[in-house]
């Protein structure tokens, strides 16, 4: 059993900062791919940061010089530091990881975590 465990959220004003965390735990064999997506109401889910093993970056373009990814592999966690917030950043953040399990070794699958809500308001 996989589990990616979100935390960090809350409510911040516009332009204060946040840090998420997300840590993968279980039966876990290798992490690829950690990536943040979010969801804003009534909008598709976007990609916001996404971290290969070696940690390159890569970010959506609305979050570009505002959002940092970063990871720690030893601990299997994946952050997402968050500054100049912005109302239009409001939205449920979700963790995701391309991983393989010791029962499937030969598989990469992707997992999501339960998300956690990030509101930017006054």
């Known amino acids: 059993q996989v589990q990616l465990v979100e935390s960090g959220g809350g409510l911040v004003q516009p332009g204060g900062s946040l840090k998420l965390a997300c840590a993968v735990s279980?039966?876990?064999?290798?992490?690829?791919?950690m990536s943040w997506y979010r969801q804003a109401p009534g909008k598709q889910r976007e990609m916001v940061a996404i971290?290969?093993?070696?940690?390159?970056?890569n970010y959506g373009v609305s979050v570009q010089g505002r959002f940092t990814i970063s990871r720690d592999n030893a601990n299997d966690t994946v952050y997402l530091q968050m500054n100049s917030l912005k109302p239009e950043d409001t939205a449920v953040y979700y963790c995701?990881?391309?991983?393989?399990?010791?029962?499937?070794?030969?598989?990469?699958?992707?997992?999501w975590g339960q998300g956690t809500q990030v509101t930017i308001s006054t």
């Open positions: 995701k990881a391309y991983l393989k399990t010791t029962s499937n070794p030969n598989i990469w699958a992707a997992y």
């Open positions: 279980g039966s876990i064999l290798s992490v690829n791919y």
């Open positions: 971290s290969d093993s070696d940690g390159k970056p």
